[in-house]
C-alpha cells in the first residue's frame, strides 16, 4: 500500500499560492527578429524565484489575456548562482534570476516583474542571449593557468593565507554578464564591428589579475599585459563602477581594473627600456 503521509504534514512542492504576480516579459523569436511584450499570471508561492515562475509560464503558456503562445525561453544551468547562465534584466537591473526571489521583488499581490534579456549581447530568442564575446575576452587575456601538457611535477608553489584569500573572491568569477551589461564602455555593436578592438570588460581584467597573481600562472604575466596595453584594454575603462554594483559576488572589480592599470603602466616602461 502506498504511504500517504497525514493531514497535517505537507505534500512536497504542494504549497499554496498566497498571492497572483503579473510577469511582463519582452519577448523575440529569433536574432534579428523584433521584439515584442507578453503578460502572463502566475501564482506564486511562498521563497519562490524567477526560475521557477518561468517554469510555470513554460508548463501552461497562456498569456494573462487568455491567448495561446509559445513558452518563454531562457538560459539556466546550476540554479544555485553558480554557472552564471539565467542573468537577466529583472525590473530594470541586471541579475541572476536563480537567486532573485518574487517575495522581495514583488511582495504584495498584483505586482509586477518586468523580465527583459541582456541589451549587451545579440539575443537568441527571448531571454536568451549569446554570451561568446563574453568568454572571447577572457581568450584574450588567456584566462587560465598554462600547464596543459606538462608531466606531473610535483606540488606547485605555496601560497600565503592572504594570497589566498585575495585571489579566492577574484575566483568566484561565473562570466554572468552582469558587469558588461551595467558597463556604459561595453556595447553591443564594437567600434568598427571588430571584438579584438573594442573594450574588454571588467570581468577580463579582474581574470588576468587572478591569473597573474597565481604562481604558475604568472609566468604569462607579461602576454596578459601585453592584450591589456592595447586597444580595448584596461585604459578603456571610464571608471563608471557600475560593475562593482551589480556583481553578484561582490568581486572588487575596481580594485582589479586599478590593480592592473598599475601592472600594464610598470610593464610599458619596462618594455620600453628594453627595447
Known amino acids: 500500500m502506498a504511504y500517504a503521509p497525514p493531514p497535517s504534514v505537507p505534500r512536497r512542492g504542494a504549497a499554496t499560492p498566497?498571492?497572483?504576480?503579473?510577469?511582463?516579459?519582452?519577448?523575440?523569436?529569433?536574432?534579428?527578429?523584433?521584439?515584442y511584450w507578453q503578460e502572463f499570471e502566475v501564482a506564486v508561492p511562498r521563497n519562490a524565484n524567477v526560475i521557477s515562475c518561468l517554469q510555470q509560464i513554460a508548463a501552461n503558456?497562456?498569456?494573462?489575456?487568455?491567448?495561446?503562445?509559445?513558452?518563454?525561453?531562457?538560459?539556466?544551468?546550476?540554479?544555485?548562482?553558480?554557472?552564471?547562465?539565467?542573468?537577466?534584466?529583472i525590473?530594470?537591473?541586471?541579475?541572476?534570476?536563480?537567486?532573485?526571489?518574487?517575495?522581495e521583488c514583488a511582495p504584495r499581490e498584483g505586482d509586477v516583474v518586468t523580465l527583459e534579456p541582456m541589451g549587451k549581447f545579440p539575443v537568441v530568442r527571448d531571454l536568451w542571449v549569446d554570451r561568446s564575446r563574453l568568454f572571447h575576452g577572457l581568450a584574450?587575456?588567456?584566462?587560465?593557468?598554462?600547464?596543459?601538457?606538462?608531466?606531473?611535477?610535483g606540488s606547485g608553489p605555496?601560497?600565503?593565507?592572504?594570497t589566498q584569500a585575495e585571489r579566492y573572491v577574484l575566483s568566484t568569477c561565473m562570466s554572468c554578464g552582469c558587469c558588461l551589461e551595467a558597463c556604459p564602455q561595453f556595447n553591443l555593436e564594437p567600434d568598427e564591428g571588430r571584438w579584438e578592438t573594442a573594450f574588454i570588460g571588467a570581468h577580463a581584467?579582474?581574470?588576468?589579475?587572478?591569473?597573474?597573481?597565481?604562481?604558475?600562472?604568472?609566468q604569462i604575466k607579461g602576454e596578459r599585459l601585453d592584450a591589456l596595453m592595447g586597444p580595448g584594454g584596461v585604459s578603456d575603462?571610464?571608471?563608471?563602477?557600475?560593475?562593482?554594483?551589480?556583481?553578484p559576488k561582490g568581486i572588487p572589480l575596481t580594485e582589479s581594473i586599478a590593480a592592473v592599470g598599475r601592472s600594464v603602466i610598470l610593464h610599458a616602461i619596462a618594455r620600453f627600456f628594453r627595447g
Open 61 to 89: 503558456p497562456v498569456t494573462a489575456g487568455g491567448a495561446r503562445t509559445t513558452p518563454v525561453v531562457w538560459d539556466a544551468g546550476c540554479l544555485e548562482e553558480v554557472c552564471g547562465a539565467c542573468t537577466m534584466v
Open 205 to 218: 581584467i579582474s581574470q588576468a589579475r587572478l591569473f597573474n597573481e597565481h604562481p604558475t600562472g604568472s
Open 158 to 162: 605555496r601560497e600565503g593565507p592572504a
Open 18 to 35: 498566497d498571492r497572483g504576480v503579473v510577469f511582463r516579459i519582452r519577448r523575440c523569436d529569433g536574432p534579428g527578429k523584433p521584439s
Open 237 to 247: 575603462c571610464g571608471n563608471a563602477q557600475n560593475c562593482v554594483k551589480v556583481c
Open 91 to 103: 525590473n530594470g537591473r541586471v541579475r541572476q534570476s536563480c537567486s532573485c526571489l518574487i517575495d
Open 140 to 153: 584574450r587575456v588567456r584566462a587560465w593557468v598554462p600547464i596543459d601538457g606538462t608531466y606531473d611535477l
